[in-house]
Each structure stands twice: as C-alpha cells, then as structure tokens.
C-alpha cells in the first residue's frame, strides 16, 4: 500500500527550493535567467517570487545600480524571502496580487513568471498588468508547463495516462497554459520573440516522485475514480524497476512594442 507519509502535501517552501535545486531545475532556470538578458541598471519584476529563490541572480545580473522586484501574496513566502535577502539592498519583496501589481506604469523593464501562471485565476490579466508596468521594449520571459505533456514509461501506459487526466482535469487550474502562452501573449498586445519547450528527463523514481507526488496523486485519481485501485501496486512496482518520466515545459520570450 502507498505509505500515508506520501499522502500528505509537501511544504510548499520545501517543494520549491527542492524543485530549484535538481538538475531539472536548475536547468531551465539558467534558460530563463538568458533569455530574460538582463542588463546594468535594468528594473526586474518576478512575479509569484515565492521565497526568493531565483531574486539574488537577477540582483546580481542588473548592478549594481538596478532593482529587483518580487511580488508574492503568501504572507509565509514573502517573510522567507525577506529573510533570505536582508542586506541585499537591490532587491526588494512586495505582498501583491499578480492580477494588479503594486506598482506605477512603465517602471519595468524585464519580468518573468515560473510556473505561476498554470496556478492564477485569469492568466490574460497578469499579462495585462505586465504591459501596464512595462516600459517600451520591456521583456517577459514565462516558463510554465503543459500537463498533458507528462509521460511516464510502463507495460500499462493507460496507467500514466489516467493520473495525467486527473492532474489536467483536476488538479492544476491552468493545465495547458504552456501551449497557450503565445497567442494569450499575442492578444495581450506584446510582440512573441522566442517560443522553445524544455523536456526534463527523470531517471530516478525517488525524484520524480518528490517533483510531481506520484504516489499522493495516484491515491488522490484512485479516490476520484479516474484510476482503478490497482494504480497502488502499479505506481509502487516503478520504484523498483527501470524508471524514466518526462514533462513538457515551454519557454516564452515576448516584449511591450517600443
């Protein structure tokens, strides 16, 4: 039987730093960190900050005359990142709602998202408030995934595709907003510089599980009736066999016209 210990949500500052930290992670971080190509002296907004994670890079890549801006609205997140961050002086932590900054016009000149957007109520209006806040020529750079790009190798792939409807239809407000970004951008008004996707590879079950809480979604889709009670034994026997799982991740570059 899956272990109640798997059942229970991760704390969620635990989650990020542990996501940030593997190789996955670290990865299409650095992508972003590129294409948001953040100069001297620029403004850097970093909307859903979460405990500041990714603050301090920025702050790095913009002095060190420039400003870094983070805006979350956990209270919880945003007392971690102050902490972490006290005496850097260019950065700085805002409580706020993505959907309306706390902030003037055209004070921005770059922004990001990561994996914010799958979660929020209106998706088009964070990008609304992005223009708003953005100078001429500011860049936003949103890396978020598509859920029904998850795939999990196995003799019974209906399995996999089981817990990722569960995790599309049920779980995840925004399951598909990867493949959506392009055009919610182009609508928004910001011309689309680069679109690319990044597809991590998990060879390591314990890992996978950790990043995506196989076992806790599993048991969740088994009691929502989108898997049979045998996923238990199912999502068991691949932690210890061969394992490998991939996700899809697009990265979306685009700019306030200038």
Not at 27 to 44: A, I, N, P, S
Not at 55 to 71: F, K, S
Not at 225 to 252: D, H, K
């Amino acid at each position: 039987m899956i272990n109640s210990d798997s059942l229970s949500r991760p704390d969620p500052i635990a989650y990020l730093d542990q996501v940030a930290a593997s190789e996955a992670g670290r990865g299409y971080k650095e992508q972003v960190l590129e294409l948001l190509d953040l100069q001297r002296g620029q403004t850097v907004l970093d909307l859903g900050c979460g405990p500041g994670t990714d603050l301090a890079a920025m702050a790095a890549a913009v002095a060190p005359v420039g400003r870094v801006i983070g805006v979350d609205r956990d209270p919880a997140m945003i007392a971690e990142a102050r902490g972490r961050l006290a005496g850097q002086p260019l950065i700085e932590v805002r409580s706020g709602d993505v959907h309306a900054l706390p902030l003037e016009e055209s004070v921005v000149d770059r922004a990001r998202t990561d994996r914010v957007l799958q979660h929020v109520a209106d998706p088009a209006q964070v990008l609304a408030e992005f223009r708003r806040v953005a100078r001429p020529g500011g860049r936003i750079v949103m890396a978020e995934p598509d859920w029904e790009g998850l795939l999990i190798d196995s003799p019974q792939p209906a399995m996999g595709r089981g817990l990722s409807r569960f995790l599309v239809t049920e779980i995840v407000r925004n399951a598909t907003i990867g493949r959506s970004l392009a055009r919610l951008c182009v609508e928004a008004g910001l011309v689309v510089r680069t679109v690319a996707t990044v597809a991590p590879v998990f060879r390591d079950f314990a890992t996978a599980d950790q990043v995506f809480g196989l076992r806790r979604n599993v048991a969740r889709a088994i009691a929502a009736g989108y898997l049979e009670p045998e996923a238990e034994r199912w999502i068991e026997g691949l932690g210890s066999q061969p394992f490998l799982a991939s996700t899809l991740l697009f990265l979306v570059a685009a700019e306030v016209p200038g």
